[in-house]
């Protein structure tokens, strides 16, 4: 009975001083994200486009799923696929013309920082933009390869959420009968929060 009292205490003794030692995990652990990974970020713009002479002026938003390095050096990239909606509708030549197009994107976007949390950012996109005009309720269907190139500036308000604003130049190539080409003025801000 001694002998079986003297190893209970023991034990419960050895399993106390176990409970209470400290467990450490390696930082960063197997698997995690570190700021040099691409950490995947989702952004929404809003958007305003001034046509040139083939095209009137439109509005609308844009969603995006970006690939984002956020690791502390002074240079970051960004690639992104998005896709948008825009609508407009103007009085021209005595007609009355409605437009929607939705351009779907892929690009690539180089973030330079200026100062602390502030950056400037220049990039590029391409994709394909669908649509249709109607004027005076005849609707006409369009497609076709479209880009836009720009900058703008980004601040980074916290760890995993930034503001931007931004100029683009984008241009569509239309393949349907009567093919034309368009170019618009895209002015476009936002909000981005990586989950």
């Not at 400290?22 to 930082?27: D, I």
Request: charge should be negative; proline fraction near 3%; glycine fraction near 12%.
């Amino acid at each position: 009975m001694k002998k079986l009292l003297s190893i209970a205490s023991i034990l419960a003794v050895l399993a106390g001083t176990a409970s209470a030692a400290p467990y450490y995990l390696p930082a960063p652990q197997g698997g995690a994200l570190t700021p040099y990974d691409m950490q995947p970020v989702y952004a929404i713009d809003a958007i305003y486009s001034i046509g040139d002479d083939e095209m009137i002026d439109t509005w609308g938003v844009r969603g995006s799923f970006n690939l984002y390095n956020d690791a502390e050096g002074a240079f970051r990239h960004q690639f992104s696929l998005s896709a948008g909606y825009e609508i407009g509708d103007q009085a021209v030549h005595g007609s009355d013309v409605e437009v929607w197009q939705a351009p779907l994107l892929a690009g690539y976007d180089l973030n330079i920082e200026l100062i602390d949390d502030v950056f400037l950012t220049v990039g590029a996109k391409g994709g394909y933009t669908l649509g249709e005009f109607e004027v005076d309720t005849v609707a006409n269907n369009f497609n076709g390869f479209t880009f836009r190139a720009g900058g703008g500036f980004k601040v980074q308000c916290s760890e995993s959420t930034y503001v931007r604003v931004g100029y683009e130049f984008g241009r569509s190539y239309i393949h349907e009968k009567g093919a034309s080409t368009f170019g618009q003025h895209v002015i476009s801000h936002g909000v981005g929060c990586q989950f």
